[in-house]
């Protein structure tokens, strides 16, 4: 549904978008992160024939974005990062503007009143935008991008300055778009793409490190082990048990666990898993082992994980130079 081939953006000297490609299928909902000035706006605004590329190719639905651009376009509904909103319309007169606009053939009425109540805003219709919350005009935005019922969502940073309530409000309405539409979800909040993405593609300095399925992408990183241990035992002696095992690298008591255990949480080094030593150990001094969970990587360190990688292959020279 979405196929980005090879793309490059320059500015002069600079390189904000460094020969990417990446293609989304139909259905899916993809999280497009990293972190500020990475090239995430950049991206959409050329896959969205907002701005031409250097080089490159995008492609909606087969149709190339530069070459033939009112087909890709008429399957495409943008969100930018700030809502192309008119603040002196109604909501109601704002909606027929757009309809207009992309010369939608679909019935009028029937046509707005779905999207209104697919996005909840039918009780503000009648307002003027500039008197509706952040939260509200943001609605509005998506509003106007699902008129004509294009097949493909582009949202950019579509949660930036709403409130803890309102991004929880964003983020359902997405995932229930994403049951009829392919989205594309630009964003540098981690917990969005946890929350709402089946994909997560991560890009920084203008290229991608990270392409996978969002279960899959702790595979992505090599490391440490951690687990959650609740274990029955004096905490001191416990602690210092467990730090003379051969490949945990940390130990941290955490609290009281179950059936008066204490929690601890335990690391160990690269490659090495310790959980037949753990045993054995604790078997020796008699202490009980109430439960052991393995803790896996949060999308967090995922993410802080594969940006040091790409900074790390940077000559420091070439970054200050960005």
Same mark, same amino acid.
């Given at each position: 549904?979405?196929?980005?081939?090879?793309?490059?953006?320059?500015?002069?000297?600079?390189?904000?978008?460094?020969?990417?490609?990446?293609?989304?299928?139909?259905?899916?909902?993809?999280?497009?992160?990293?972190?500020?000035?990475?090239?995430?706006s950049?991206?959409?605004?050329?896959?969205?024939?907002?701005?031409?590329?250097? =080089?490159?190719?995008?492609?909606i639905?087969?149709?190339?974005?530069?070459?033939?651009?009112?087909?890709?376009?008429?399957?495409?509904?943008?969100?930018?990062?700030?809502? *192309?909103?008119?603040?002196?319309?109604?909501?109601n007169e704002?909606?027929?503007?757009?309809?207009?606009?992309?010369?939608?053939?679909?019935?009028?009425?029937?046509?707005?009143?779905?999207?209104?109540?697919?996005?909840?805003?039918?009780?503000?219709?009648?307002?003027?935008?500039?008197?509706?919350?952040?939260?509200?005009?943001?609605?509005?935005?998506?509003?106007?991008?699902?008129?004509?019922?294009?097949?493909?969502?582009?949202?950019?940073?579509?949660?930036?300055?709403?409130?803890?309530?309102?991004?929880?409000?964003?983020?359902?309405?997405?995932?229930?778009?994403?049951?009829d539409?392919?989205?594309?979800?630009?964003?540098?909040?981690?917990?969005?793409?946890?929350?709402?993405?089946?994909?997560?593609?991560?890009?920084?300095?203008g290229?991608?490190?990270?392409?996978?399925?969002?279960?899959?992408?702790?595979?992505?990183?090599?490391?440490?082990?951690?687990?959650?241990?609740?274990?029955?035992?004096?905490?001191?002696?416990?602690?210092?048990?467990?730090?003379?095992?051969?490949?945990?690298?940390?130990?941290?008591?955490?609290?009281?666990?179950?059936?008066?255990?204490?929690?601890?949480?335990?690391?160990?080094?690269?490659?090495?898993?310790?959980?037949? =030593?753990?045993?054995?150990?604790?078997?020796?001094?008699?202490?009980?082992?109430i439960?052991?969970?393995?803790?896996?990587?949060?999308?967090?360190?995922?993410?802080?994980?594969?940006?040091?990688?790409?900074?790390?292959?940077? *000559?420091?020279?070439?970054?200050?130079?960005?």
């Amino acid at each position: 549904m979405i196929k980005i081939d090879h793309l490059v953006k320059r500015f002069g000297d600079k390189v904000a978008v460094d020969d990417i490609s990446f293609t989304v299928e139909k259905g899916e909902i993809v999280g497009f992160l990293g972190p500020n000035g990475a090239g995430k706006s950049t991206t959409m605004n050329m896959l969205t024939g907002y701005l031409s590329s250097t =080089s490159g190719r995008a492609y909606i639905d087969g149709a190339e974005i530069l070459e033939d651009p009112i087909k890709a376009k008429k399957d495409i509904g943008f969100l930018p990062e700030l809502p *192309p909103l008119y603040l002196d319309m109604t909501v109601n007169e704002y909606l027929d503007f757009v309809y207009d606009l992309k010369k939608c053939t679909l019935n009028r009425k029937k046509h707005l009143d779905e999207i209104c109540e697919v996005v909840r805003i039918t009780d503000v219709r009648k307002r003027l935008i500039k008197h509706l919350s952040k939260g509200y005009r943001q609605r509005v935005g998506i509003a106007q991008a699902l008129v004509g019922n294009p097949k493909v969502l582009i949202f950019d940073e579509p949660t930036v300055g709403l409130d803890p309530k309102q991004i929880i409000e964003i983020r359902s309405l997405i995932s229930t778009l994403g049951r009829d539409h392919t989205v594309i979800l630009s964003t540098h909040i981690l917990s969005e793409a946890q929350a709402v993405c089946d994909r997560i593609i991560i890009i920084n300095e203008g290229r991608i490190v990270a392409d996978e399925k969002r279960e899959n992408l702790t595979n992505l990183i090599k490391g440490e082990r951690r687990y959650s241990v609740d274990i029955c035992g004096p905490e001191k002696e416990v602690a210092s048990e467990l730090k003379k095992i051969n490949g945990i690298s940390k130990v941290e008591a955490e609290g009281r666990g179950d059936l008066d255990s204490v929690r601890f949480t335990v690391e160990s080094e690269p490659g090495v898993d310790i959980r037949k =030593s753990l045993f054995y150990s604790l078997s020796r001094n008699s202490w009980p082992l109430i439960s052991i969970e393995p803790l896996g990587a949060t999308l967090e360190d995922i993410f802080i994980s594969l940006v040091d990688k790409k900074d790390a292959k940077t *000559p420091s020279r070439q970054r200050n130079a960005r």
